[in-house]
């Protein structure tokens, strides 16, 4: 699997579309970083500020990330990562008084030889595994695998987010775009936000102080990667839209329905949902 580096720091800048409008903080040790409040739902409401955040993982957090970090009065972080990922890139940093929920959104088995190859194989054995489209499919299928596959897991992290005090709440995996985008969707799904909305928070992550930092096994990264090598590797480490078109397609296919999806697909009944809305939308 890629190494992936702390984000470069961003100068302030204001949030995407449907975000609210508030300079971004300045991390250097966790990438991707953002508030979802101000997303707007069908019903006219917001997302409220300073409840939902997701981010790249912690482990390369600094003293100044971790300071701000405390800042946000956070209670729950749920780390979508799984044990390779973790032994990988180390552990979250220690919050003080905030519950750790790790909640394993892809098989550390699952693909082993592919990332190998993704890490360290040559021109030809990438062209091999990724050329002629097969990268953005593989990406679309872990997108469809996600809602399929996960149930359980989403299940239990919107019932988390419905009890007192789970929120605010941080949502990450490793760069903060797929297992995470996946899920922070959900959530919005849940809260009845719209797709054209959730889409633009999904793109975010393409900003260029957000990109996920590819280092190959031979330490190279950056312009020291050859450029043919960069482009194979371009559909793993992009924000696609049609890849979170797969995520709300197979919702359709499989259940009919957003509705149905949450109440037969994660046991989230209207009372959750209710709830939910309460906690994590406001007038305002």
Known sequence: MTQQLPQTPATDTEAGTGTATCAEPVLTGVRNFRDVGGLRAADGRR???????????????????AAFLATLGLHTIFDFRNADDIRMEGPDVDLPGVQNSNMPLSDPAHGADFWHTVRDGDLDALRDALGDGKGAERMTTAYRQLILDRTAQHSRMLELLAEEPAVPALLHCAAGKDRAGTSMAIILLALGVDRAEIEADYLESNAAHRRYKVQRGDGATGSAIDPEIMKLLSPLFEARLEYLTAAFDTIDEHWGSVDRYLSEGLGCTEERRARLRELLLTDA
């Not at 993982?57 to 003293?63: E, F, P, S, V």
């Open 47 to 65: 997302v409220r500020p300073g409840k939902l955040f997701r981010s790249g993982h912690l482990a390369h957090t600094t003293d100044e990330d």
